[in-house]
């Protein structure tokens, strides 16, 4: 007669495997999010676009004073300046038909770049190593706009990656502790990539730069003919022309603010914490799950939160800077 069998002869179920990596190494997909202080030196080109519509006469008065200092000197010019207030006041009841998205269109403008002058992403590659021996490749940015997130290579835009060295180690269970390591911040170079390829884009989906959003934007011909007709001195033609002069001056002087950002340079200083997932149980991290950075900017003379401006060169403290990564061919969280 066979035998019953009991519960201890019953197999033991496995253990589940452990989710608590005992190892950092491995190449990983990182993207990190900062919220930034403006650096003053960032600051006038934000109001570069701003000042065109906090006047009670603007955007007209703004468009209007630019395009008369495109006038060459004689007497259309001085009698166009003595008549612009009032010109302006005429211009600003008709911008419905000749501009009808000018207004909001450089609100908009304004308001997404001050967006990424204070929010931005970095894809990256981290390299580590058994011993924690750590490189940080910083690959591309990403801007969020409200909509679909833009992603841009720096090989696609013809910038250098940026690539810095650090050291990591599980301080306490799966918490992995990140060093303390330092980059430099080409601002500049980064919010015109914004402007260029997620801000202008955005508000006239077939412009790529300042010039061309602007020239959208308004139409010249027809602010022209208003304002010779308005003065009664000059052909429209004449205003047409300083109107495509003036948003060209615009543009130029715009691209001018942007290129002299990095001549004051920046660095950023981060240290950083996040969970290490081992998602199949071989003892590695695959994941770097709920990682936030503290840090520094350094040399940039910032705006703060209460509107306050540190001298050039000041230190401002960065907040809300979080990150998350996984092996490219991680699998996914054991179930």
């Not at 997620?198 to 300042?210: K, R």
């Not at 429209?236 to 290129?259: F, I, N, Q, V």
């Not at 996040?274 to 350094?298: E, I, K």
Request: glycine letters at 12%.
């Amino acid at each position: 007669m066979l035998a019953a069998c009991g519960p201890s002869d019953a197999a033991a179920p496995d253990a589940p495997a452990s989710t608590v990596p005992t190892s950092p190494a491995g190449t990983f997909a990182v993207t990190s999010t900062f919220d930034v202080p403006v650096p003053a030196v960032a600051a006038p080109v934000i109001t570069t676009l701003t000042d065109a519509t906090d006047g009670p006469d603007d955007p007209s008065r703004y468009l209007l004073d630019r395009m008369i200092a495109s006038l060459p000197d004689g007497t259309v010019k001085t009698i166009a300046a003595q008549a612009g207030p009032y010109v302006a006041a005429y211009l600003n009841t008709k911008l419905a038909t000749v501009a009808p998205n000018l207004v909001s269109g450089i609100d908009q403008l304004a308001s997404r770049l001050d967006r990424i002058a204070t929010h931005f992403g970095t894809t990256e590659t981290w390299a580590i190593d058994a011993a924690g021996n750590a490189t940080r490749t910083i690959t591309g940015l990403q801007f969020d706009l409200g909509g679909p997130v833009i992603t841009v290579r720096f090989a696609d835009a013809g910038l250098a990656d940026i690539v810095i060295d650090t050291h990591v180690g599980f301080d306490a269970g799966a918490r992995l502790a990140i060093g303390d390591h330092m980059h430099a911040l080409p601002y500049g170079a980064w919010l015109r990539l914004g402007l260029d390829l997620a801000v202008i884009p955005g508000v006239v989906p077939t412009a790529h730069d300042l010039g061309a959003a602007l020239a959208a934007l308004l139409d010249c011909d027809q602010l022209g003919t208003l304002i010779a007709g308005e003065i009664g001195l000059g052909a429209p033609a004449l205003y047409a022309t300083a109107c495509r002069t003036a948003m060209t001056l615009l543009a130029s002087e715009l691209d001018g603010k942007l290129a002299a950002i990095d001549a004051a340079p920046m660095t950023l200083e981060v240290t950083g914490v996040a969970n290490g997932v081992d998602t199949d149980g071989d003892g590695t991290m695959d994941q770097l799950a709920a990682g936030s950075w503290t840090g520094t900017l350094h040399g940039a003379g910032a705006t703060g939160a209460d509107g306050t401006t540190g001298a050039a060169g000041a230190d401002e403290p960065i907040s809300g800077a979080s990150f998350t990564g996984q092996k490219p061919a991680a699998i996914t969280q054991l179930e």
